[in-house]
């Protein structure tokens, strides 16, 4: 067996042009005097003829790529991100933060002591100085943010169910 496949390997090299001249001579030798080396050498010289025949290449029929489109617009496509994304929904959160900064910014207001005389045509209050330790380490605030924040997952969590629920009878 090792040696049909190291005469395959030979007769390709020389088939190809590959051997060099003392092979391309001793191959040659062989060819002529041995049938079994002159039988696979016209076997292998008829295959590589026929690898390089012009072989027409199978082209897909004219209606190939309409065909392929109808059968995709068969499938139910993904919705393009504008239709699925309820804007109601986005403006809610932000008014929700937008409420909650304003109510900040007005108790912050509401703390600032404004007694103070205005020195040089300034403001009646020295920003510096301002102490948010009240602001910011009062319960009441903290209680507020903590409500509001469940309140405002609470509200998405109720919309998401009401959306799957709306997304399973649209898929049924």
């Known amino acids: 067996m090792n040696a049909h496949n190291n005469m395959e390997t030979q007769l390709w090299e020389y088939i190809d042009g590959l051997s060099g001249a003392d092979e391309r001579s001793f191959i040659e030798g062989l060819i002529a005097a041995d049938a079994e080396w002159r039988k696979k050498y016209e076997e292998l010289l008829s295959f590589n003829a026929a690898l390089h025949q012009d072989i027409e290449i199978d082209q897909p029929s004219m209606r190939f790529t309409r065909n392929v489109m109808e059968e995709i617009g068969r499938h139910q496509i993904a919705p393009a991100t504008g239709s699925y994304i309820n804007k109601k929904i986005i403006y809610g959160i932000a008014g929700f933060f937008l409420t909650l900064i304003v109510g900040f910014l007005i108790y912050a207001i509401g703390q600032i002591d ?5 020195v040089n045509n300034t ?8 102490d948010t330790s009240k602001v910011f380490n009062n319960n009441y605030v903290n209680a ?4 509001n924040t469940v309140l405002g997952l609470m509200l998405l969590d109720r919309y998401l169910a009401q959306q799957r629920k709306h997304w399973k009878k649209e898929d049924a």
Do not use: C, H
Not at 123 to 130: D, G, H, S, Y
């Open 123 to 130: 403001l009646p209050f020295n920003l510096p100085k301002i």
């Open 144 to 147: 507020f943010m903590i409500v």
């Open 114 to 118: 404004w007694s103070v005389a205005p």
